[in-house]
Every structure is written in structure tokens, then in C-alpha cells.
């Protein structure tokens, strides 16, 4: 069974830093791009940020966290990383990990896979 593992949600201050990451398997990883996403109360999930898969040379960032947030992944350890610097009160959602195959090759016959969720508060 695939799963995607997300930890290092919390309340943090505005202007505070915290760091997301995400683990799973090794073929997803290799295979799938990966992505973060979040919704906060009363809003449509939205796409943060993503990185391709393979090498993962590709990132793709929502406008709204540019210079702010960074994605990136760590191939020994199959797991992605979602560094959130500078952040604000509107940051404030639940964040899910995303891993999405847009290629022919898929795992289980599902072309995505997510995260259960980890809370991110931005509050003084």
C-alpha cells in the first residue's frame, strides 16, 4: 500500500519559518512528481508548490509564495521538503502532500497519491 507520510506542521509567529516533509516509497518517488498543496477553511485546495520526479530538476511555485517558499527532494531518503520562510497569517492552512504520475506509467492504477494532512497555523 502506498502511503504518503507528511510531518513539521505547527503554530509558528508571522514571519517565522517552518519546514514540511514528506516520505514514501521509492518507486513513487522515482516516478511521480511531487507536490504540495492546501486549503484553508472555507477555500478550494490550491497547489503551493511542485517538483518533477527523477531528477527533479523542475519546480513550479504558486505566485503567492514565490521567494518564500522552497521545494525540494532528497533522493537517498525518498521523502520531499517544503522550507516556508517569511510566513503569514494567510499561509495558514492544512498542507497535503501531493505525488502525481503525468506520464504513462502509474502504481496501482493510481495516478495520484496524498498526504493526510498536516496543520500550519501562522498566529501571533
Known amino acids: 500500500q502506498v502511503q504518503l507520510v507528511e510531518s513539521g506542521g505547527g503554530l509558528v509567529q508571522p514571519g517565522g519559518s517552518l519546514r514540511l516533509s514528506c516520505a514514501t516509497s521509492?518507486?513513487?518517488?522515482?516516478?511521480?512528481?511531487m507536490g504540495w498543496y492546501r486549503q484553508a477553511p472555507g477555500k478550494q485546495r490550491e497547489l503551493v508548490a511542485s517538483?518533477?520526479?527523477?531528477?527533479?530538476?523542475?519546480?513550479n511555485y504558486q505566485s503567492s509564495v514565490k521567494g518564500r517558499f522552497t521545494i525540494s527532494r532528497d533522493n537517498a531518503k525518498n521523502t520531499v521538503y517544503l522550507q516556508m520562510n517569511s510566513l503569514k497569517p494567510e499561509d495558514t492552512a492544512v498542507y497535503y502532500c501531493?505525488?502525481?504520475?503525468?506520464?504513462?506509467?502509474?502504481?496501482?492504477?493510481?495516478?495520484?497519491?496524498w498526504g493526510q494532512g498536516t496543520q500550519v497555523t501562522v498566529s501571533s
Open positions: 501531493n505525488a502525481h504520475s503525468s506520464g504513462a506509467v502509474v502504481v496501482n492504477g493510481l495516478r495520484d497519491y
Open positions: 517538483i518533477s520526479g527523477g531528477t527533479g530538476g523542475n519546480t
Open positions: 521509492r518507486i513513487i518517488f522515482s516516478i511521480y512528481d
